[in-house]
């Protein structure tokens, strides 16, 4: 969990502000996500990382027991099968500290979301 005090203002401030154990997994999550979406915008909204084009593609944060990704109420539908083994809820997935991180699951949620902005906004910047 990050403290509330030193808001990051950058995802690298926020990995660098994370417990040591946990900033790996951050590292993780941030260069899977760059792969899958190349060009998205990163940013930080609420407090957590983000990676958007024109709408919020997918944010993900550290918690004491899991990183939480949050892909969007339809990603987690779309996914729900691959899901099954993990903790969800409505737009949420938590992967937790202690197991490795589902790269590919990972990429293959942040490419589903690339897709829906396309339909939804048109032409993809890269």
Known sequence: ?????????????YIKAAPKETQKKLREMRACIRTAAPGAEESMK???PTFSY???LVIFAAFKHHI??????????????????FKTSKGTIQFPLEKP????????????????SL???GKWKS
Do not use: H, N
């Not at 991180?101 to 829906?116: A, D, H, Y």
């Open 1 to 13: 969990m990050i403290s509330k005090k030193t808001r990051p203002e950058s995802i690298a401030e």
């Open 46 to 48: 609420w407090g957590m």
């Open 54 to 56: 024109q709408r919020i």
């Open 68 to 85: 939480g990704f949050f892909p969007t109420p339809s990603a987690v539908r779309a996914f729900k099968k691959d899901l099954s083994k």
């Open 101 to 116: 991180l589902p790269l590919s699951l990972i990429r293959k949620i942040t490419k589903f979301r690339v897709r829906e």
């Open 119 to 121: 339909e939804r906004d």
